[in-house]
């Protein structure tokens, strides 16, 4: 079964103050891995897909890496409109390849 | 383009009663997917459609939960008897390939 943990649960940094947040993976085959931002009251939205151990996307200040057990969102002099809730979703190589397994999030809240 | 649209947005009902849940997806995307978010937890995958058809029923959590899609359009995610245990955020996302899924705002539902 897959299984996707995020950490810290929550994180406050201050405006500029850089940080990572975690998500560690167990998959049978990772065909892709997938962070989403989800806003309060709202539904999560893509941000970055990674399929393959050393690959690494940019957006903006977020930057997103992968491993073959983890992956990381680094978030470089973050500004309060980054505060959100970042979720991690891994879809295996399995039976159930379309189905996306989720992380609890990580709350992050950026102080101005 | 129009993003996916989830209908109502809030739905409050009271124990035992029936609730239809309405998702349209973005115009051209063949894959559509159910997911359940309770408070603290993860998405939990529900239901995958592609075109008109469920191939993967699995992650329904009762025989009171249905679902049916029309074509490759709209689908309605039904909860008979509803209970307590049933109030969660209900979303829906699509896709054109069994990769980047696009969330929708989701429907709040809450049993009392």
């Known amino acids: 079964e897959d299984q996707v943990t995020q950490s810290p649960e929550a994180l406050r940094l201050q405006e500029g103050e850089s940080s990572s947040l975690n998500c560690s993976y167990t998959v049978s085959g990772l065909r892709g891995l997938f962070w989403y931002r989800q806003d309060p009251g709202k539904g999560p939205e893509f941000l970055f897909t990674l399929y393959s151990a050393g690959e690494e996307k940019e957006k903006e200040r977020l930057k997103a890496t992968l491993t073959k057990k983890e992956s990381f969102l680094h978030i470089t002099a973050p500004k309060p409109e980054d505060s959100a809730t970042y979720l991690c979703a891994v879809q295996g190589n399995g039976g159930s390849n379309y189905k996306l397994t989720f992380g609890k999030g990580t709350l992050l809240t950026v102080n101005p | 383009g129009a993003g996916v649209s989830q209908s109502p947005s809030n739905k409050v009902t009271e124990k035992g009663k029936d609730v239809e849940l309405r998702c349209d997806p973005i115009?051209?995307?063949?894959?559509l997917y159910w997911y359940r978010q309770r408070l603290g937890q993860g998405l939990e995958f529900l239901i995958y459609?592609?075109?008109?058809?469920?191939?993967?029923k699995s992650g329904l959590p009762s025989d009171r939960f249905s679902a049916e899609r029309t074509g490759e359009s709209v689908s309605t995610l039904t909860i008979q008897r509803t209970q307590q245990e049933d109030s969660a955020v209900y979303l829906c996302?699509?896709?054109?390939?069994?990769?980047?899924?696009?969330f929708g705002p989701g429907t709040r539902l809450t049993v009392l």
């Open positions: 115009s051209g995307h063949t894959a």
């Open positions: 459609f592609q075109g008109n058809s469920a191939p993967d």
């Open positions: 996302a699509s896709s054109r390939t069994d990769r980047i899924q696009y």
